[in-house]
């Protein structure tokens, strides 16, 4: 192993997945812990999995001097303070502390707070071909056929492949409520406002998602299509059991609240984690 640098202040982290959005929830939360005075001295730190570009573009973004190093397996450098920050939820809850900070920064330094959120969305996982809504063009379809949405608004569709964080930040904001796959793609939700509710489609219990949306009081409810444990597989969403889940967020966008939760159960109970998110149960065919 081979000492390539010495610094005196260095920031390590943990980061398992490439995606730009995975980015947001296990480097930049973490970074909202970190002391405010780092902010005013040269730091280095590693490329996240997404890559030198992404890494940059967030640090310069929130205020850091720091330089990106990209080392191999047999380098290493010597710092002389080191800060260590890891997305790994069950940590220190990168999500429910870390998400909650980093998105009062986001949206009061791009200024989201002044618009008004008036689209609706079906989302797609791009990449690798997991997790994806197989029928994404009858969810599509079906919902604008059979969901009315105020003032003569459409559902559209698309799946999200980000490089900017300011475009990132005025798409979202401008979303009204969405239908998604779980995962990294809702930490796209930093930018949106408070009370936007959304359709999650869930291939596995994901707690982190549950979590976000918790601490950054975003309405969710969910439909549960069980995946293998590697996930290596797509969704066949039932699609009336989806359009009458599309009506109740579509509500809940207009009226600040849910309408009714009957028929719906809860996957978790009180006494094991204190939330209690709306899950749906998997229609039978």
Same mark, same amino acid.
């Given at each position: 192993?081979?000492? =390539?640098? #010495?610094?005196?202040?260095?920031?390590?982290?943990?980061?398992?997945?490439?995606?730009?959005?995975? %980015?947001?929830?296990?480097?930049? +939360?973490?970074?909202?812990?970190?002391?405010?005075?780092?902010? @005013? /001295?040269?730091?280095?730190?590693?490329?996240?999995?997404?890559?030198?570009?992404?890494?940059?573009?967030?640090?310069?973004?929130?205020?850091?001097?720091?330089? %990106?190093?990209?080392?191999?397996?047999?380098?290493?450098?010597?710092?002389?303070?080191?800060?260590?920050?890891?997305?790994?939820?069950?940590?220190? +809850?990168?999500?429910?502390?870390?998400?909650?900070?980093?998105?009062?920064? /986001?949206?009061?330094?791009?200024?989201?707070?002044?618009?008004?959120?008036?689209?609706?969305?079906?989302? @797609?996982? =791009?990449?690798? @071909?997991?997790?994806?809504?197989?029928?994404?063009?009858?969810?599509?379809?079906?919902?604008?056929?059979?969901?009315?949405?105020?003032?003569?608004?459409?559902?559209?569709?698309?799946?999200?492949?980000? !490089?900017?964080?300011?475009?990132?930040?005025?798409?979202?904001?401008?979303?009204?409520? #969405?239908?998604?796959? +779980?995962?990294?793609?809702?930490?796209?939700?930093?930018?949106?406002?408070?009370?936007?509710?959304?359709?999650?489609?869930?291939?596995? #219990?994901?707690?982190?998602?549950?979590?976000?949306?918790?601490?950054?009081?975003?309405?969710?409810?969910?439909?549960?299509?069980?995946?293998?444990?590697?996930? +290596?597989?797509?969704?066949? =969403?039932?699609?009336?059991?989806? %359009?009458?889940?599309? !009506?109740?967020? %579509?509500?809940?966008?207009?009226?600040?609240?849910?309408?009714?939760?009957?028929?719906? /159960?809860?996957?978790?109970?009180?006494?094991?984690?204190?939330?209690?998110?709306?899950?749906?149960?998997?229609?039978?065919?």
């Amino acid at each position: 192993m081979k000492i =390539v640098g #010495f610094y005196d202040v260095g920031i390590a982290y943990v980061q398992h997945y490439w995606q730009w959005s995975h %980015v947001i929830h296990d480097f930049c +939360s973490g970074l909202m812990y970190l002391p405010e005075h780092l902010k @005013n /001295v040269h730091v280095v730190t590693l490329q996240t999995n997404a890559g030198y570009y992404h890494t940059i573009q967030w640090l310069n973004f929130l205020g850091y001097n720091a330089t %990106v190093l990209n080392l191999n397996n047999q380098e290493q450098v010597f710092v002389k303070e080191l800060y260590f920050v890891t997305g790994c939820e069950h940590a220190h +809850s990168v999500t429910i502390g870390g998400i909650k900070r980093l998105r009062n920064v /986001v949206r009061n330094k791009l200024n989201l707070t002044t618009i008004k959120p008036t689209k609706y969305y079906v989302f @797609n996982r =791009v990449g690798r @071909n997991l997790r994806q809504i197989q029928n994404h063009e009858q969810l599509l379809e079906a919902p604008n056929k059979d969901v009315k949405l105020p003032d003569n608004q459409v559902w559209h569709y698309y799946a999200p492949f980000i !490089k900017k964080i300011e475009y990132a930040a005025k798409f979202f904001a401008h979303i009204r409520a #969405f239908i998604c796959p +779980s995962g990294s793609t809702v930490y796209n939700t930093i930018y949106m406002q408070e009370k936007t509710p959304m359709l999650l489609i869930f291939g596995h #219990f994901d707690k982190p998602n549950i979590q976000l949306c918790l601490t950054s009081n975003l309405y969710m409810i969910g439909i549960t299509i069980p995946l293998p444990k590697n996930l +290596s597989a797509n969704y066949l =969403v039932n699609i009336p059991q989806a %359009v009458t889940l599309a !009506k109740k967020i %579509v509500y809940c966008s207009e009226h600040g609240h849910w309408d009714n939760t009957l028929g719906l /159960v809860h996957a978790v109970t009180k006494g094991d984690y204190n939330f209690d998110p709306i899950i749906d149960v998997p229609m039978k065919n």
